[in-house]
Each structure stands twice: as structure tokens, then as C-alpha cells.
């Protein structure tokens, strides 16, 4: 199957118990199949696709944005500082994934210039990064793809990332 995470010791030992009937396993970059490759697993490059019908090219605007899971490793507490550094406001989409972190990291700087306007139906997730000058793409762990870059690269907004993992495959279209 698809493995959309680096190796994990319980993940690697299960692959390697399984053996070679479990044939190659699927990784969403050259990153990743190279991180499961190091511990001996036999791994393929299968890249994450858009669905361009549903993430279409937008207007632009002048907000940037910030969109996934609030958790501590996708980096949203990045994406505010490099906002206000920049002077702009920051739109944060997304569903709660860790309480603690948002309640410590997110929230003491919620206002004018930075909101959260929790998780999106898919439709109107794609209108607001659309709609929008740049998208923020601040993950503070090796990536193993980064599926929001391509997203907004579809709706042809800019992104602005930091380079972890497979971030640069998708945005240089190759490994």
C-alpha cells in the first residue's frame, strides 16, 4: 500500500515480518522511498495527485494562507511569524489536531491580522486558497509529500515552504 510516512520501528519491523509476498511498498516521494529504502524495505515512488477539477485556478488576493491539520509539526506557529514579519494577514484552514498546541501556540495570536476559520468544506477550501497572494507551507518535520503544495499550486497560487523532505519534489515537479 501507500506509505505516506517515514519509517517507524513498529512499521519497518511489520513490513520486514511480512517479507517479500508483500512485494514493493508505494511511497509518496523519493524522500520517503529512500528514508524506507535505508532499512532494507523495498519501496516505489508513487507521487499524490490533484484533482484539478476540484482545486481550480482561482483570482488571487492579497491575504496569504496557511492550510492543514493544527498540529505542532505542520507549523502553523511558522507561518504566523513569517506573516507578521512580512507585514501581511494570514488565513489559518483547518481542523484542530492537537488542543495543546493551538491553545499555546495559535490562539494567543488570533486577531485582526491572523485568523482561523476552522476546518473547510473541500469546495470552499479551494475558493479561499484561490483567493489568495500566497500559501505558507511551514512543515517542522521531513515531509513526506506536502499534498497542500500542489493544491494550491493548482489553484495557481504561489507557495512559499520550507524545503523538509519531499517538499522540493513537488514544487520542482521531480526528484
Known amino acids: 500500500g501507500d506509505v505516506v510516512t517515514p519509517p517507524l520501528p513498529d512499521m519497518v519491523e511489520a513490513i520486514h515480518r511480512a517479507g517479500a509476498a508483500l512485494g514493493p511498498i508505494l511511497a509518496v516521494s523519493t524522500h520517503t522511498a529512500g528514508a524506507w ?16 477539477d476540484r482545486w481550480r485556478l482561482g483570482p488571487g488576493g492579497e491575504d496569504l494562507v496557511w492550510f492543514g491539520r493544527l498540529v505542532p509539526e505542520k507549523g502553523a506557529h511558522a507561518a504566523i511569524a513569517e506573516a507578521r514579519l512580512l507585514g501581511r494577514r494570514l488565513v489559518l484552514a483547518g481542523r484542530i489536531g492537537d488542543a495543546d498546541y493551538v491553545r499555546s501556540e495559535i490562539d494567543p495570536h488570533l486577531g485582526e491580522d491572523v485568523v482561523h476559520v476552522g476546518p473547510l468544506r473541500h469546495r470552499d477550501l479551494a475558493r479561499l486558497v484561490g483567493s489568495s497572494a500566497c500559501a505558507l507551507v511551514t512543515p517542522m518535520w521531513e515531509e513526506p509529500f506536502g499534498l497542500v503544495l500542489a493544491e494550491a499550486l493548482s489553484t495557481g497560487t504561489p507557495v512559499a515552504a520550507f524545503d523538509r523532505g519531499g517538499v522540493h519534489e513537488v514544487v520542482a515537479g521531480s526528484p
Open 37 to 52: 529504502r535505508e532499512h532494507g524495505v523495498h519501496a516505489r515512488v508513487l507521487p499524490n495527485a490533484v484533482d484539478t
